[in-house]
């Protein structure tokens, strides 16, 4: 097997060295580094669109929560995927309507144009930057406890995790989003293959899809229905993760990017059409490959169970080539995200180009050390941390929607109750205040109270407004 | 009048809001219930699969009835 990782490394390296080579030499200008020329094709969007979404949470988080929660799992990441793909139709043609009208330096300038405050971006940026770290952090440890517990004797986790972030920084700095959606492109070929061929073995194992479930019946049948064993999947839950989930493209600056990017409204529309397929393409396997766990390894930790299926049971090329696609995804998931963040950061700044480059750049650097630092402290509970991401995300759509929709000016008010939104919804993480009131969650109490408060604010704006012209 | 694709998309938007409504009844995910089997399959993953399907179809009729395709093509 250490020969064939060797092989698929460097040949990923020397590939990952010339996509980026290729995108600094046709990066012209700055906008040409921060959105790739705004001319994103339907191929490449769509792979670097699933890359992004779709990373080191899918192929270790999804199997690991098959295994331990079973096939609600389908219902809590695939059904909301495929709703998402739906929402990216109707959005991306509203925001993109807003960027021909308005331009596009990111969400933040964005919404500080529109609500006429720099308040409105700088709480975007907060609210992104407070639960984007998180997540980034997740995909980078994910994968380090991986290598570790696979190969203790070579690095520790922090040094596992020190080595992504410095390999990401280098590629990103380099090409910037042109060599990032090359390298998503690359990553997202490579889990598609590995993936399938992993689940493949792991079904053979059983005889075929029918005694799969059998023997999984007889290990525990709860893992057959929802809530499943642990009572996770409530219908609560579902619905709170499928408002996070769905509402993703709007909320997180990384896939909101990829919308504005694409060449033209046909272009944007295949690649939603195409990610809801490769959504369940990538996430049907990995109900296999957890189901398998379940049943081989039931008592594992997450860790150990991950290493079995994706290296020890595996022949030596597919190991290898899971070792290199689970380091392609942390790299192309994170890279995004933090290259978002950079951009988010350049859309608050002043319009003055070499300054804020060379600013977004920094502000990238000292974002990815960020990261390193949250993965070493973080939990490994990857796809519950990776929902309270979603989950946190989601306060700011309100927000963002007015922003899109609204032709006046929304209020000032929607801003301060989305910040409040947000510490509240912090302060539940914390334990500090309960994370349910009465039976209802507070994430989902939250949501649903800022969109109604945004639907009233606008009202009571329009009504007010109609009522001061009258008087005059 | 309202242009016929206006209508279209819009039977395609109440579409994906019914299918995601449904989605949380006990007609999806019935509380401990994994039967009827399809191909060896428990109940609510094979209809969670034909609902995540429904979703792709459903975006792929959107994208062709979508007002704003034909504002692009005048442009």
């Not at chain 1, 270790?60 to 995927?81: C, E, K, N, Q, T």
């Not at chain 2, 449904?22 to 399959?41: C, D, E």
Request: hydrophobic share 55%.
């Amino acid at each position: 097997m250490r020969s064939w990782i060797f092989i698929l490394a460097v040949s990923y390296l020397v590939l990952l060295v010339l996509l980026s080579l290729n995108s600094r030499r046709r990066n012209q200008t700055a906008d040409d580094f921060i959105f790739a020329g705004s001319n994103i094709g339907i191929f490449l969007g769509l792979l670097t669109f699933a890359a992004t979404l779709f990373s080191t949470f899918t192929l270790l988080g999804m199997p690991d929560f098959f295994r331990m929660h079973g096939i609600g799992a389908w219902i809590f990441l695939a059904v909301s995927d495929g709703a998402m793909v739906f929402l990216i139709v109707w959005f991306g043609y509203h925001l993109r309507k807003r960027v021909l009208k308005k331009g596009f330096r990111g969400m933040a300038g964005l919404l500080n144009e529109s609500y006429r405050t720099s308040f409105a971006g700088y709480t975007y940026f907060a609210g992104v930057f407070l639960f984007l770290i998180p997540y980034v952090a997740i995909q980078i440890r994910g994968v380090a406890i991986f290598l570790n517990a696979s190969f203790p004797e070579v690095f520790p986790v922090w040094g596992w995790a020190l080595l992504i972030v410095i390999t990401m920084l280098i590629y990103s700095e380099v090409g910037g989003l042109r060599a990032i959606m090359y390298a998503d492109t690359l990553q997202g070929l490579i889990l598609l293959v590995v993936v399938w061929v992993i689940a493949f073995n792991c079904i053979s194992y059983f005889g075929g899809v029918k005694t799969m479930f059998v023997s999984v019946e007889s290990v525990d049948p709860g893992l057959l229905s929802v809530p499943g064993p642990e009572n996770l999947f409530n219908i609560q839950f579902l619905l709170a993760s499928f408002l996070a989930i769905l509402l993703l493209p709007v909320t997180q600056p990384q896939l909101t990017t990829r919308l504005v990017v694409m060449s033209n409204l046909r272009a944007m529309h295949r690649m939603a059409v195409g990610v809801g397929f490769f959504a369940i393409m990538i996430i049907l396997p990995t109900a296999a490959i957890g189901l398998y766990g379940a049943v081989r390894y039931p008592e594992e930790t997450t860790a150990v169970f991950l290493s079995q299926v994706l290296l020890f049971d595996q022949p030596g090329i597919v190991a290898a080539a899971a070792i290199i696609g689970l380091i392609a995804a942390a790299l192309s998931t994170s890279d995004s995200q933090i290259f978002a963040l950079g951009s988010e950061l350049r859309s608050l700044l002043p319009l003055r180009e070499k300054n804020t480059l060379l600013k977004t750049r920094i502000g990238m650097i000292v974002f990815g050390f960020a990261s390193f630092v949250f993965s070493i402290l973080s939990s490994d509970q990857l796809v519950l941390l990776a929902r309270v991401s979603f989950a946190g995300t989601s306060l700011l759509a309100p927000m963002i929607f007015a922003a899109i929709f609204l032709k006046k000016s929304p209020g000032i008010e929607i801003v301060i109750a989305t910040l409040t939104g947000l510490l509240l919804f912090i302060a539940t993480l914390f334990n500090i205040i309960p994370s349910e009131i009465g039976t209802i969650r507070m994430d989902l109490l939250l949501l649903i109270f800022l969109g109604l408060f945004t639907v009233v604010i606008h009202f009571v704006r329009n009504r007010s407004n109609g009522w001061s012209r009258n008087q005059h | 009048m309202r242009k016929p694709n206006s209508v279209y998309w819009k039977i395609c938007c109440l579409a994906a809001i019914l299918l995601s409504v449904i989605t949380f009844t006990p007609l999806v995910i019935p509380a401990g219930k994994y039967v009827p089997q399809l191909f060896g399959m428990p109940y609510s993953l094979w209809i969670g699969i034909l609902i995540t399907v429904g979703f792709v179809i459903l975006t792929f009729l959107g994208t062709i009835v979508h007002p704003g395709k034909k504002e692009e093509e005048h442009k």
